[in-house]
Nanobody, 124 residues
Framework: QVQLVESGGGLVQPGDSLRLSCATS????????MGWFRQAPGKEREFVAS????????YYADSVKGRFTISRDNAKNTVYLQMNSLKSEDTAVYYC?????????????????WGQGTQVTVSS
């Protein structure tokens, strides 16, 4: 059974930073593109960012480009999402995602595996 476990969510003010982490089982991590999606109240789940297995390709939603950075540590089987200059519209449940091929297909088609989600609230 594949498990993705997110952590790092919380309540922050506009302009603040936050880093999300997603720990995975080793067998999954080395074979998968990894990514993050989010779902705000009353809205559909949307793509945020994805990264290739070898960390040589990344994709971002236009809404987060220049503010968010996805990275992975293959030795720790962990993927991160560094979120800077947070806005109220970034408020959502953030889901870690894994797909057994490319980060592009993860972005376009969704994930094979999902985490349980972590809440990020940006409010003054």
């Amino acid at each position: 059974q594949v498990q993705l476990v997110e952590s790092g969510g919380g309540l922050v003010q506009p302009g603040d930073s936050l880093r999300l982490s997603c720990a995975t089982s080793g067998r999954t991590f080395s074979n998968c593109a990894m990514g993050w999606f989010r779902q705000a109240p009353g809205k559909e789940r949307e793509f945020v960012a994805s990264i290739s297995r070898s960390d040589d390709a990344t994709y971002y939603a236009d809404s987060v480009k220049g503010r968010f950075t996805i990275s992975r540590d293959n030795a720790k089987n962990t993927v991160y999402l560094q979120m800077n200059s947070l806005k109220s519209e970034d408020t959502a449940v953030y889901y870690c995602a894994a797909r057994r091929d490319s980060p592009y297909r993860l972005m376009m088609l969704g994930a094979d595996y999902w985490g349980q989600g972590t809440q990020v609230t940006v409010s003054s």
